[in-house]
């Protein structure tokens, strides 16, 4: 439609006159009406009593399905789009909370060329609206961007923020490769991509990014090395030499200062030989530290390591397998958090087996027979299952020792002899 300027607009109806269907459509328009964020589509004007029901929005070029053909060869171009919504999708938790039903047909490309989030209908404005509009047994939205606990009864309506955190993930996926994401198999992305990918999608929530503005800092790092190949290692070794100079001279740290130089670490990924040479220059003593106040970020430079020792240790010297077990093992009593320990039985595993090095497999089973808590052994367990292959040439030494019970399940899980 046009106004009297001649400008053209959207206009879009609820043309379906069901209660709740109707009672979702108000909502939408409410949603939306309390957005104001280039990244999200505004409404112009409504008019909810009239039949039908109706509101006003600028008109799009069309949604993010359409350039998703160009996208996937144009990895760069897709990270914008992507960018440009999760800033919408920031916005809209910042401001309403989970939107419950993003993906590509949910993003609209403006005529400025901006990128908007669409589509509020799901939305979850407050407990008490959500509950009266969602039924425990319903699960709404898209089912291939769905987290997996959406999809179980109630989880559209017990949906929180991290559900958003996964649909971004499956979308990005979409966009990358150009398949939909109902297996998600990253095997041809670029190894930062891949990672970024699998964290948002993480089965378990609480392995994903904590806020989709942290996802979208991934993406940022990695457009950096995109456009400045050399910007990582730069950065590391900056910092690096800031990090261990100020220890040197004063024998004080600057958890800012560590925190880059190890988010540097993720950005060396497109080298993984580098990042293996520049990861073991960080001194024990860093470890330590931020073993102690940076477990975030510790996790993520510990899985690149482990990406990068899953394709690059093969080739080094044997007795490099007992240097990662010797610092994993400190990084493993340095930490009290279960997902660093898990990470450390990891990289300790890969080395060990990959250069079949017996002093690093004793390091091995040192470290899974200090596993205690049911919190650790859950997370060194998912570590031993997703390594499995590697794991299988171990297991029959851990038939005859005593680990935690979590841990004996997954060597039970092996038939005796493999």
């Given at each position: 439609s046009r106004n009297s300027d001649g400008a053209e607009f959207a206009?879009?109806?609820?043309?379906?006159?069901?209660?709740?269907?109707?009672?979702r459509f108000a909502r939408e328009v409410r949603a939306m009406g309390r957005v104001s964020h280039p990244n999200v589509v505004p409404v112009i004007d409504q008019d909810l009593e009239h039949n039908p029901p109706y509101f006003v929005m600028p008109?799009?070029?069309?949604?993010?399905?359409?350039?998703?053909?160009?996208?996937?060869?144009?990895?760069?171009?897709?990270?914008?789009?992507?960018?440009?919504?999760?800033?919408?999708?920031?916005?809209?938790?910042?401001?309403?909370?989970?939107?419950r039903d993003l993906k590509p047909h949910n993003t609209l490309r403006m005529t400025d060329n901006t990128v908007a989030v669409s589509d509020f209908g799901l939305v979850k404005i407050d407990p008490r609206d959500t509950?009266?509009?969602?039924?425990?047994?319903?699960?709404?939205?898209?089912?291939?961007?769905?987290?997996?606990?959406?999809?179980?009864?109630?989880?559209?309506r017990d949906a929180e923020h991290l559900v958003d955190v996964y649909s971004l993930g499956a979308t990005l996926y979409h966009?990358?490769?150009?398949?939909?994401?109902?297996?998600?198999?990253?095997?041809d992305v670029p190894p930062v991509l891949s990672r970024i990918i699998k964290k948002a999608?993480?089965?378990?929530?609480?392995?994903?990014?904590?806020?989709?503005?942290?996802?979208?800092?991934?993406?940022?790092?990695?457009?950096?090395?995109?456009?400045?190949?050399?910007?990582?290692?730069?950065?590391?070794?900056?910092?690096?030499?800031?990090?261990?100079n100020r220890l040197a001279s004063e024998g004080k740290w600057a958890p800012?200062?560590?925190?880059?130089?190890?988010?540097?670490?993720?950005?060396?990924?497109?080298?993984?030989?580098?990042?293996?040479?520049?990861?073991?220059?960080?001194?024990?003593?860093?470890?330590?530290?931020?073993?102690?106040?940076?477990?975030?970020?510790?996790?993520?430079?510990?899985?690149?390591?482990?990406?990068?020792?899953?394709?690059?240790?093969?080739g080094r010297a044997w007795s490099y397998a007992e240097l990662v077990a010797a610092k994993m093992h400190r990084v493993f009593e340095y930490s009290a958090h279960p997902k660093v320990r898990a990470l450390a039985v990891r990289a300790t595993l890969i080395a060990a087996v990959d250069l079949n090095r017996f002093a690093a497999m004793d390091t091995l089973e040192e470290l899974l027979l200090e596993v205690k808590s049911e919190q650790d052994a859950s997370a060194v367990a998912d570590i031993l299952r997703e390594e499995n292959l590697r794991f299988k040439s171990q297991v029959e030494r851990y038939r005859r020792v005593h680990l935690q019970r979590l841990l004996m399940d997954v060597v039970r899980e092996f038939p005796k002899g493999t």
């Amino acid at each position: 439609s046009r106004n009297s300027d001649g400008a053209e607009f959207a206009l879009k109806y609820c043309t379906d006159n069901a209660p709740e269907a109707l009672r979702r459509f108000a909502r939408e328009v409410r949603a939306m009406g309390r957005v104001s964020h280039p990244n999200v589509v505004p409404v112009i004007d409504q008019d909810l009593e009239h039949n039908p029901p109706y509101f006003v929005m600028p008109v799009a070029i069309g949604s993010l399905d359409a350039e998703i053909p160009t996208f996937s060869t144009n990895h760069e171009a897709a990270l914008d789009a992507f960018l440009g919504l999760c800033d919408g999708v920031s916005a809209v938790h910042k401001i309403i909370g989970p939107h419950r039903d993003l993906k590509p047909h949910n993003t609209l490309r403006m005529t400025d060329n901006t990128v908007a989030v669409s589509d509020f209908g799901l939305v979850k404005i407050d407990p008490r609206d959500t509950t009266v509009l969602t039924r425990t047994v319903d699960v709404l939205g898209t089912n291939l961007y769905m987290a997996p606990e959406q999809r179980m009864p109630g989880g559209s309506r017990d949906a929180e923020h991290l559900v958003d955190v996964y649909s971004l993930g499956a979308t990005l996926y979409h966009l990358l490769t150009g398949r939909f994401p109902a297996v998600i198999d990253t095997s041809d992305v670029p190894p930062v991509l891949s990672r970024i990918i699998k964290k948002a999608t993480a089965n378990v929530p609480g392995d994903r990014y904590k806020t989709v503005d942290l996802l979208a800092e991934a993406v940022k790092d990695y457009l950096r090395l995109l456009r400045n190949p050399k910007e990582p290692l730069r950065i590391f070794t900056e910092r690096l030499e800031v990090v261990t100079n100020r220890l040197a001279s004063e024998g004080k740290w600057a958890p800012a200062e560590v925190k880059v130089l190890l988010n540097a670490v993720r950005g060396l990924l497109e080298e993984p030989s580098v990042l293996i040479d520049e990861f073991d220059r960080i001194p024990d003593v860093i470890w330590e530290k931020a073993a102690k106040k940076l477990d975030e970020d510790l996790i993520d430079a510990l899985e690149a390591y482990c990406v990068a020792l899953d394709e690059q240790v093969g080739g080094r010297a044997w007795s490099y397998a007992e240097l990662v077990a010797a610092k994993m093992h400190r990084v493993f009593e340095y930490s009290a958090h279960p997902k660093v320990r898990a990470l450390a039985v990891r990289a300790t595993l890969i080395a060990a087996v990959d250069l079949n090095r017996f002093a690093a497999m004793d390091t091995l089973e040192e470290l899974l027979l200090e596993v205690k808590s049911e919190q650790d052994a859950s997370a060194v367990a998912d570590i031993l299952r997703e390594e499995n292959l590697r794991f299988k040439s171990q297991v029959e030494r851990y038939r005859r020792v005593h680990l935690q019970r979590l841990l004996m399940d997954v060597v039970r899980e092996f038939p005796k002899g493999t």
